[in-house]
């Protein structure tokens, strides 16, 4: 059973507010990533980490930072929320070749 | 571009009879299959996968059959249950370990 937790699990909030969600994982996965997904589109990678301070953008072009502090855990922050932010945001890790454990997402709305 | 595509949004399968769902490529390169289910307001998790030096992998009622000539894989369910009902994405990762996701395939399983 796979132990990756994400929070919140909803947000809504304002324009221009910072945020960050929270993903956490305690598997002992070096390799830990970001997914944006909107409803019926494919899940596209913004961030990835293949280790403490490992660090890189996915194909998706993403006005979010992310860092790895400790193997456990890969925040995700946004400055300055917008609109066009408004998404489901899925946090993953992986041991093996290809299989990831996602967490069961954080669904952000910013008005 | 669409690197990994899922051309059907939903399909609909009677209870008892064989689901089959479809995928296709255009990277080459791809060598390893994924395919991943999703419920709603969960993550995804990882169904089953398939190596490109293979052409079938099974496991229990799923079955994934890839055609490298014709860049399609299909994943077939049988019997389909009521619990099979989900979103159903196809991926496909080259030796980057970037995983690339389909838009998915809504599965309806009627009773």
């Known amino acids: 059973e796979a132990d990756i937790y994400q929070t919140p699990r909803y947000l809504v909030i304002g324009t221009g507010k910072k945020i960050t969600l929270e993903c956490s994982q305690t598997?002992?996965?070096?390799?830990m990533y970001w997914y944006q997904q909107d409803p019926g589109m494919e899940l596209h990678l913004i961030h990835y980490?293949?280790?403490?301070?490992?660090?890189e953008k996915g194909d998706l072009s993403s006005e979010s930072t992310v860092s790895r502090i400790r193997t456990e855990h890969f925040p995700l922050t946004l400055e300055s929320a917008r609109p066009s932010h408004t998404s489901q945001y899925l946090c993953?890790?992986?041991?093996?070749?290809?299989?990831?454990?996602f967490g069961e997402g954080s669904r952000l709305t910013v008005l | 571009d669409q690197q990994v595509k899922q051309n059907s949004p939903s399909l609909s399968v009677q209870e008892g009879r064989i689901s089959i769902l479809n995928c296709d490529y255009t990277?080459?390169?791809?060598?390893?299959f994924l395919w991943y289910k999703k419920y709603p307001a969960e993550g995804p998790t990882f169904l089953i996968s398939?190596?490109?030096?293979?052409d079938k992998n099974e496991d229990g009622r799923f079955t994934v059959f890839l055609n490298k000539s014709a860049k399609h894989l299909s994943l077939h369910i049988v019997p389909s249950q009521p619990g099979d009902s989900a979103v159903y994405f196809c991926?496909?990762?080259?030796?980057?370990?970037?995983?690339?996701f389909g838009k998915g395939t809504r599965l309806h399983i009627l009773p």
């Open positions: 993953a890790s992986s041991l093996a070749f290809g299989e990831l454990f």
């Open positions: 598997m002992g996965h070096d390799k």
């Open positions: 980490s293949y280790g403490v301070n490992s660090t």
């Open positions: 990277n080459s390169m791809f060598d390893y």
């Open positions: 398939i190596s490109s030096i293979k």
């Open positions: 991926a496909a990762t080259l030796s980057d370990d970037k995983i690339i």
